[in-house]
């Protein structure tokens, strides 16, 4: 059964920096376009960040300069290194794999940015 695992949310003051992963298992990660995206309360999900499984990189026009998207396809993990985090990037960050009609979802991770 596949399975994705985030991990690294939490709580940081504005203008900090936060690393999330997400540990995939049980598929072939290597072939999957894995993306980030985050849902805050009272909003629809959107899209942070793709990597495709060539390495080419997409970013929503909100987070573009300050987060960056990665993946080590030896460990089967994506990762989303966030920097000068805004109070209005606080939401919950799901992490997805996609291939063809294979289309899976972690259960997400709270990422909240307050002072």
């Known amino acids: 059964q596949v399975q994705l695992v985030e991990s690294g949310g939490g709580l940081v003051q504005p203008g900090g920096s936060l690393r999330l992963s997400c540990a995939a298992s049980?598929?072939?990660?290597?072939?999957?376009?894995m993306s980030w995206y985050r849902q805050a309360p009272g909003k629809q999900r959107e899209l942070v960040a793709a990597?495709?499984?060539?390495?080419?990189?997409n970013f929503a026009v909100s987070v573009k300069g300050r987060f960056t998207i990665s993946r080590d396809n030896a460990k089967n993990t994506v990762y989303l290194q966030m920097n000068t985090l805004k109070p209005e990037d606080t939401a919950v960050y799901f992490c997805?794999?996609?291939?063809?009609?294979?289309?899976?979802w972690g259960q997400g991770t709270q990422v909240t940015v307050s002072s």
């Open positions: 990597i495709t499984s060539s390495g080419v990189t």
């Open positions: 997805n794999g996609r291939y063809e009609t294979w289309d899976y």
């Open positions: 049980e598929m072939i990660f290597s072939i999957f376009t």
